[in-house]
């Protein structure tokens, strides 16, 4: 085999893999992990079972797989303000609620209570910590008010965060998950914000789609928040 063909190989694995998870993101947020079946992902993914079980030995590895696609996404523009940092992170991942399959299935994946035997911790302690590398760096700033407590805050984030889109997608199917998440921040920000940068922090509904903007051009400066 020469060093294309080897190279060529390779770049089919890679997009098999991806095709993979794609497919089982659709099924798993469609009928939830315990309903889901490796014959349902393998129809939608179109593959074979050989090719399926190259990559994922259970269906529990597919559902950590599309957790993992998500938990490693923890990503935004750099700003000079941090607590606008922290907003555009939550509003972010509200957008990506909208428009990206695989977050819609790692959230119903992360909280499925019927997901028997998944780990499904791993995606709320990246998001706790992630916002705690935010707030911290906040805090070293003199944007927060002196009584915040970091860790509660960053728990209580995450804790809100899941439950205004769990009511979301019931209500409306997500349709209105950016507007909600900005009631969030509207609400809870006047709490840990000292006043002069609340009242330059943008917290309208469009900053998830803008942030996404962002990340889209190879010039733009990230924070990698992990």
């Given at each position: ?11 089919r ?54 957790l ?30 909208q ?11 992360a ?64 349709e ?51």
């Open positions: 085999m020469t060093e294309e063909d080897g190279v060529a190989k390779q770049d694995a890679i997009r098999t893999r991806r095709t993979i998870v794609e497919a089982a993101a659709v099924v798993f947020q469609e009928q939830g992990y315990e309903a889901a079946t490796i014959l349902e992902i393998l129809n939608r993914a179109q593959v074979t079972k050989g090719a399926l079980y190259f990559h994922f030995g259970s269906k529990e590895e597919l559902a950590q797989a599309v993992a696609e998500q938990e490693g996404r923890v990503e935004i523009p750099a700003r000079a303000c941090k607590l606008q940092e922290m907003v555009d992170l939550s509003a972010l991942h509200a957008y990506r609620l428009t990206d399959p695989l977050a819609r299935a790692a959230v119903r994946l909280m499925d209570q019927r997901a028997h035997g998944l780990d499904r911790s791993g995606s709320f302690r990246q998001w706790v910590d992630a916002l705690d590398d935010v707030l911290s760096a906040a805090e070293t700033q003199g944007e927060l008010l002196p009584h915040v407590r970091i860790k509660e805050v960053c728990e209580l984030i995450v804790g809100a965060f899941a439950g205004v889109q769990a009511m979301s997608q019931v209500l409306t199917g997500y209105d998950v950016t507007q909600r998440v900005a009631q969030l921040h509207r609400y809870l920000l006047p709490s840990i914000a000292v006043p002069a940068v609340l009242a330059a922090l943008d917290l309208s509904p469009g900053r998830g789609a803008m942030t996404a903007a962002e990340l889209d051009s190879p010039d733009a400066p990230t924070a990698v928040l992990v």
